[in-house]
């Protein structure tokens, strides 16, 4: 019964800045730990960034320094700050949630442990 709506994606030159959101309606959405993935055509998805309940962030090591995820818990949205846009983080990129008691899991597991998805937003970087 979670839904999850993602916006922000465009077409944007590389150096460029995007901001993604993420809306999160059906269930409480602080017991859920939050995360942004990204898959490019022919690859796999692959984690970007996560936050949980406690605020606690986990980055991909190809976008630290360069991308910020923060969410605002009263509002129910998760959000994305892309900076230094490259073109290889060209890809759809989706949001997921998965109930947590504790921590997220960590990014290196994949998209496995997430249970709902958004239908995902464009970001191509030329």
């Known amino acids: 019964h979670v839904q999850l709506v993602e916006s922000g994606g465009d077409s944007v030159q590389a150096g460029g800045s995007l901001r993604l959101s993420c809306t999160f309606s059906?269930?409480?959405?602080?017991?859920?730990?939050m995360a942004w993935f990204r898959q490019a055509p022919g690859k796999e998805r692959e984690g970007v960034a996560s936050?949980?309940?406690?605020?606690?962030?986990m980055y991909a090591d190809g976008v630290k320094g360069r991308f910020t995820v923060s969410q605002d818990n009263g509002k129910n949205t998760l959000s994305l700050q892309m900076n230094s846009l490259k073109p290889e983080d060209t890809a759809m990129y989706y949001c997921a949630a998965d109930y947590s008691v504790g921590y997220c899991h960590p990014l290196l597991m994949g998209p496995e442990p997430y249970t709902y998805w958004g239908q995902g937003t464009q970001v191509t970087v030329s």
């Open positions: 059906g269930d409480t959405y602080s017991r859920y730990c």
């Open positions: 936050i949980d309940s406690h605020g606690s962030i």
